[in-house]
């Protein structure tokens, strides 16, 4: 197991290198000058100047590249232009709102997919089979924004029973925050709910024809029992790289519910930065949802070897 977590700690280094250089790269050594970007055509000599010193942009590429993974290791991302506030700040505020709306939205999903994807399973080509994979067809061509939508409409506008957007911070306890994240999670938990059960009844499938499966049975274990304690834990492989793929985009991909709900998460904050224009905070919130989507895949993969330890020897 050691030499297992060496080889994919490594690869999971590595390619937090090679993602922060791409980034780096994309943002401040391909042609163009990113104070001019930042400032317009209308800036004066003065005030290019004056935000090339600011950004370090006089200095070498390599060192300026360096600097950035030092400050990076010490959580130091620079300062926003456009907020005049530490970057580091800016994205700790935004991500107590994303964070949470991504894991409420996944542990939705997971939950709905696990037991509607076992239940169409174990009723193989029957009426309840037929009606999940109906029902997931639709959820998967449903957009995020116009269920989102909906849910405004029915919970917020008629029913009165969630707020229709804002998110009113978590200073005031647990509550009030998690409610306003309901809606919002229920509307991004629906498509990955969709896809996931699937995914997750083919899998079913394909381990309730192994041998163990009818061992199980003969020696007298209920088909719940089997479902849930034998034939789950062995079909999670595949299931596990959907989730890790589908809370990475959860992660990356909120910007539109944010907007629809006015929630002032992290989507927005990358938004907002584009439009002003403000290349610190784009580049330093593009390298971590990188660094967030490549820590998500490493976890999947220990995950892989404690779940089917077959995996960690062929990878050894």
């Known amino acids: 197991m050691g030499l297992f977590l060496l080889k994919r700690l490594a690869t999971f280094i590595a390619t937090l290198l090679v993602a922060s250089l791409v980034v780096f790269a994309v943002l401040d050594i391909l042609p163009g000058n990113v104070a001019d970007v930042m400032l317009g055509e209308s800036a004066t000599p003065e005030a290019r100047a004056a935000l090339v010193a600011k950004l370090g942009l006089d200095r070498p590429a390599p060192l ?3 600097q950035w993974l030092a400050g990076l290791a010490h959580a130091d991302m620079g300062t926003s232009v456009a907020y005049d506030t530490p970057v ?14 991504a894991v409420m939205a996944m542990v939705l999903a997971a939950a709905i997919a696990l037991t509607l994807g076992l239940y169409a399973a174990s009723r193989h080509n029957r009426l309840g089979d037929v009606g999940v994979m109906v029902a997931s067809q639709i959820g998967m061509a449903i957009p995020n924004f116009w269920f989102a939508i909906l849910l405004i409409l029915l919970f917020a506008v008629k029913l009165q029973w969630f707020s ?9 306890g647990l509550w009030e925050p998690i409610k306003a994240l309901v809606l919002p999670a229920t509307a991004l938990a629906v498509v990955q709910a ?3 059960t699937r995914i997750t009844r083919s899998a079913v499938l394909d381990v309730l024809r192994e041998d163990f499966v009818r061992t199980a049975r003969a020696k007298g274990l209920s088909r719940r029992a089997v479902l849930w304690r034998h034939v789950l834990r062995n079909a999670m492989v595949p299931v596990l790289t959907v989730m890790g793929l589908q809370f990475a985009n959860l992660l990356t991909g909120t910007i539109v519910v944010e907007y629809v709900f006015s929630l ?5 904050l990358i938004f907002q930065a584009i439009a002003n ?3 610190i905070v784009v580049r330093n919130v593009v390298m971590l949802l990188a660094a967030a989507v490549i820590a998500i895949n490493f976890i999947v993969d220990v ?8 995996l960690k020897a062929t990878s050894s």
């Not at 580091?88 to 709306?101: C, D, G, K, S, Y």
């Open 64 to 66: 300026r590249y360096t």
């Open 88 to 101: 580091a700040a800016l994205i700790a505020e935004r991500l107590q709102v994303t964070l949470p709306l």
């Open 164 to 172: 229709a957007g804002g998110f009113p911070g978590w200073d005031d």
């Open 194 to 196: 969709a896809i996931l």
């Open 264 to 268: 002032p998460g992290l989507g927005r």
């Open 277 to 279: 224009r403000d290349l």
């Open 303 to 310: 995950l892989y070897a404690v779940i089917d330890p077959r």
